[in-house]
């Protein structure tokens, strides 16, 4: 009973963690109607339902939420295992589960994750793509990449390459509203924040007298950067920008830098984060490896050749000032 009781606490964990049957099927490789039997038997071994089923979703009862924790764990430990041996082998295998940023991932993964699963043919990648913060351990991601400035935290975390802020308006904008020469300058000017940071509304510089603080009153907030910098480009306001979003806007002078004299604090890092674990599964080493390698020398040296792929991918025609 305990090795049926394994493989059946395999399938409902990931049952759970895809919120469907047909999508563990999917990841398992196993007919729809093979995972409800594993349940079903697992259910009937244990005595108790785990799951509540109806036509349009499946919800976890009690006992299958508190159930769901100790299988996640002994999944955990399983995959732990095979991906010791994996490493003895020395080809990764599986499924790489990575979280990014949306504007980042758009830009960087389909040239990054194409190119080093050339390399490890054997390996399904998983990508998703969110500007909020994911919790990895609950969502079962092996790795994230984040921009930040990265704080304490239960990750590991591994610096892939520097990034820098900038302010920056529309030349248009400038010639109708003039350009602020210090940071309090801009409580008379229409500003854009982007909201997914913890104060978006409060922009810290760093300037010849120290640090100051400005709280400014947006006209227009938005999660996502990239539309901050076209609403920019398109002369709406002023907004805080990665370097990475407007480097092309910027070279082109569809946008200018304005506060030079003051480094905005939103400048940081780009980390590769993961669980804390006592065996790197070697899918995620090599991964980690392979960004390293690419963004060796700094972000510059491989922003050029993807931001081309991307704005030829989506085929999209660039916003005029």
């Known amino acids: 009973m305990l090795i049926g009781n394994l493989d059946g606490m395999t399938v409902f964990a990931r049952v759970v963690e895809e919120r469907s049957f047909s999508g563990a099927a999917r990841k398992l490789g196993m007919s729809k109607s093979a995972v409800s039997k594993h349940v079903t038997k697992l259910e009937d071994n244990l005595g108790i339902r785990l799951l509540n089923r109806t036509t349009r979703r499946l919800s976890l009862t009690d006992a299958g939420s508190t159930f769901y924790q100790h299988c996640a764990r002994v999944v955990e430990e399983i995959e732990t295992a095979e991906h010791a041996l994996t490493d003895l082998r020395g080809t990764p295998r599986g499924t790489l589960r990575i979280s990014a940023p949306l504007t980042f ?42 921009i930040t400035r990265l704080k304490d935290s239960s990750l590991i975390a591994r610096k892939l390459a520097d990034f820098r802020g900038h302010v920056v308006a529309s030349p248009g904008y400038l010639a109708e509203h003039g350009e602020p020469k210090t940071p309090q300058d801009l409580l008379e000017h229409r500003t854009i924040s982007y909201t997914n940071v913890p104060s978006p509304n409060i922009w810290d510089f760093e ?20 539309f901050t910098s076209v609403a920019a480009i398109r002369g709406l306001g002023i907004a805080r920008e990665p370097e990475f979003i407007v480097a092309e806007a ?7 830098r304005i506060l030079q004299d003051y480094d905005p604090l939103s400048s ?24 390293v390698e690419k963004f060796k020398g700094g972000l510059c040296n491989f922003h050029k050749e993807a931001c081309v792929e991307y704005h030829e991918g989506r085929g999209r025609q660039r916003p005029t000032p």
């Open 268 to 291: 940081g890092g780009i980390y590769a984060v993961y669980p804390e674990r006592r065996h790197l599964p070697s899918k995620v080493r090599v991964f980690i490896d392979f960004l």
């Open 105 to 146: 991932g758009q830009m960087y993964l389909p040239q990054l994750v194409t190119e080093f699963m050339e390399k490890y043919p054997g390996l399904h990648v998983d990508i998703h793509l969110a500007d909020h913060m994911v919790d990895l351990v609950a969502e079962g991601i092996d790795m994230a990449l984040r």
């Open 207 to 226: 300037g010849p007298d120290g640090q100051v603080s400005v709280r400014v009153n947006p006209v227009m907030s938005c999660n996502n950067g990239e």
């Open 250 to 256: 910027l070279s082109e002078g569809r946008l200018v």
